[in-house]
């Protein structure tokens, strides 16, 4: 039997190491099929962030499109977008650094098709009959009144005027055309709302000019959020509704809106960023779909003969966000697993074989290092049920000493109607392969369990959420797995604002990490951008009716209230939670007396993307809890100055 070492937890040596998370690990997803072949994008901390297009060529290697000095990104919504598209090898995309469309043919250099100028682009598709691009524009040239969201029809010579082929609504997504080009159907939604609480489907045939007729309102409006419109073969229209509760998908054909599967499972996931996908048609009759309940994702081939669901039995459980497509005889999606990390997968559907085109990391950890979740139910604030990933401390060289209990870091996702997955994230494996606890919540308004559990969050953000963390945290300390006098609480954005929160208004836990988090929502209102404008309605109130709730909510209003220490990290490039409001925090807790540090980096935005930054901000938050606490890391990490320690 192995003989394993005997070391407090936190203390223990770990194969996961930073440099293997940050310079060994990129994001995926964004994937295209035109015709036989298959591209997806790949995000790279290694070259700072940068967003390349791969291809996979028939001889099965994956061969880099985007030329070197050219990034593919949206920038719509801020969040991000799908911001390219292959038609007959010829890509088109949106580079990031001019905000510029541009058409690359294969061999030749990108040529610009629309002109200089904040004008953004997203979820693009080629209008073959009309010589066009159609996509969603954003215009920010517009001083300072409010961002124009349009549906614009873009000559693919970038020889003639734009054409704006639906405008007046605050927001677009998803332009789809029919299968004969003859029309077009697409998504939109208005303030006060976000696409998850309401959207709209249209449909409008084209003139000879190549304009839109009147539209056809054909589903949607508050309280129904539709998801990817998506056209049959056959020339009827798909989409996903939560109209049931669950996100489930139904069918309009000859003016008539018919469901065609329900089930308690969502086929769909919130629409952070325009251009998901998560169905599509191997034939007329045949849907491959992905589709999820309590974080477990599958998928599924959909009979639209027999209304028979019949799950495609892959080794993964966790599905990319909106990123499947589907052509005859193959699916390519993005998965991952407790075990396997997010990966491009290609199934056969004739043979089941099943193809891994690219990894999201090359860092083989053995098994015996890998802390795989426990999906846990609890008890939470007005009798309901919260749900989390618990992650015990796994490493196969250490044990603790006799009667010790790990610590427990709570981590928070963002959005907050995001959600928190199962698959093989190394960042989680830094923190239990080195002896600490984790439990990955997803709190009410989480997605993944249907809309009623979403709108939990709704005029509740800061009281359900934190319950939410803290139940888990206590729930855990019950059941005796963890230490009680050593509870951590971690998050970004939406997240960093809940375990905040917790930290204030909660006296559970001890130590805790804000990444890019928002300490004051007054001030979030007067920085916010579009998308997010009117969001805090939902989840706080009307403003300034509800004042009283944005005052009570906000951590910077009640720094007296906390005493724990807190690091903070941010982006000084970020236009979503503004530095100020990290600075603002830190400050508070320094003039007090408490333990905090702050750290910022340049040219990082809402999310870290460049590989030092990764590695800096995990062994950091790292080096943090280690003095808080004083247990010793086997880490070589570089001091980080704490304020009154």
Not at 27 to 53: F, H, K, M, N, Q
Request: net charge negative.
């Amino acid at each position: 039997m192995k003989q394993r070492h005997v070391a407090p937890y936190g203390s223990w040596k770990s194969p996961v190491t930073t440099q293997l998370i940050a310079n060994e690990t990129i994001g995926l997803g964004r994937i295209v099929l035109d015709g036989t072949d298959t591209y997806w994008a790949e995000i790279r901390p290694s070259e700072e962030g940068r967003e390349v297009i791969v291809k996979r060529s028939s001889d099965g290697r994956n061969v880099d499109v985007t030329p070197d000095q050219f990034g593919v990104r949206s920038a719509v919504h801020e969040y991000g977008a799908r911001g390219y598209t292959v038609a007959g090898g010829v890509m088109y995309f949106s580079n990031f650094d001019d905000r510029r469309l541009y058409r690359h043919q294969p061999g030749g250099e990108p040529v610009p098709i629309t002109p200089e100028g904040d004008l953004r682009y997203a979820a693009m598709l080629v209008d073959q009959t009309r010589n066009r691009i159609i996509c969603v524009r954003e215009d920010h040239t517009t001083g300072d009144r409010e961002a124009v969201n349009t549906i614009v029809g873009i000559d693919i010579d970038g020889l003639k005027e734009v054409k704006v082929l639906d405008s007046g609504n605050d927001f677009y997504a998803s332009p789809r055309l029919s299968p004969d080009g003859s029309a077009l159907a697409w998504l939109a939604w208005n303030h006060p709302d976000m696409p998850w609480d309401g959207t709209t489907l249209w449909v409008a045939k084209f003139n000879d000019e190549g304009m839109l007729r009147a539209p056809t309102f054909v589903a949607g409006g508050v309280p129904q959020a539709i998801a990817q419109p998506e056209w049959s073969p056959d020339g009827a229209l798909y989409f996903v509704s939560d109209t049931s509760n669950w996100w489930n998908l139904y069918r309009w054909r000859e003016g008539e809106v018919e469901p065609v599967l329900l089930m308690e499972a969502d086929f769909a996931k919130t629409y952070w960023w325009v251009g998901m996908s998560a169905f599509g048609f191997e034939s007329a009759t045949s849907i491959v779909c992905s589709y999820g309940r309590h974080g477990v994702w599958r998928l599924g081939r959909l009979d639209l003969e027999s209304g028979r669901l019949d799950p495609l039995e892959i080794p993964y459980s966790s599905m990319g966000h909106g990123d499947l497509k589907v052509a005859a005889g193959r699916v390519v999606v993005e998965a991952g697993s407790p075990v396997r990390p997010m990966s491009v997968l290609e199934l056969n559907l004739a043979s089941n074989e099943l193809t891994v085109l690219q990894l999201s990391t090359t860092a083989n950890i053995p098994r015996e290092f890998l802390s795989l979740p426990e999906p846990i139910e609890y008890p939470t604030g007005n009798g309901a049920t919260a749900h989390a990933f618990y992650y015990p401390p796994t490493n196969s060289d250490y044990v603790a000493p006799p009667g010790e209990k790990p610590p427990l870091l709570v981590t928070c996702h963002g959005g907050p109607t995001g959600a928190a997955t199962m698959d093989l994230d190394l960042c989680t494996q830094y923190w239990t392969s080195r002896g600490i606890a984790v439990l990955d919540v997803n709190y009410g308004g989480s997605t993944g369990y249907g809309r009623d559990y979403r709108e939990r969050l709704m005029g509740e953000w800061g009281v359900v959420d934190v319950d939410d963390s803290t139940k888990g945290a206590l729930f855990l300390t019950a059941r005796g797995d963890v230490d009680e006098n050593r509870l951590m609480i971690s998050g970004g954005s939406a997240g960093g604002f809940t375990a905040l929160a917790a930290m204030t208004f909660r006296d559970v836990f001890k130590a805790g990490a804000s990444h890019f988090g928002v300490s004051d929502l007054e001030a979030l209102l007067e920085d916010i951008h579009k998308f997010d404008t009117h969001s805090l309605l939902a989840l706080v109130g009307p403003y300034p009716l509800y004042r009283k709730k944005y005052v009570e909510r906000s951590p910077i209003n009640f720094a007296e209230k906390l005493s724990c220490p807190v690091i903070f990290f941010q982006g000084l490039d970020d236009t979503i939670v503004p530095a100020d409001q990290s600075k603002a925090m830190f400050e508070v807790l320094r003039d007090k007396g408490v333990a905090t540090a702050y750290l910022t980096f340049e040219g990082e935005q809402h999310g870290f993307q460049k590989s030092e930054t990764i590695r800096r901000v995990l062994e950091a938050e790292l080096y943090f809890y280690s003095r808080v606490f004083g247990f010793e890391t086997d880490d070589q990490i570089p001091p980080v100055h704490i304020e009154n320690m």
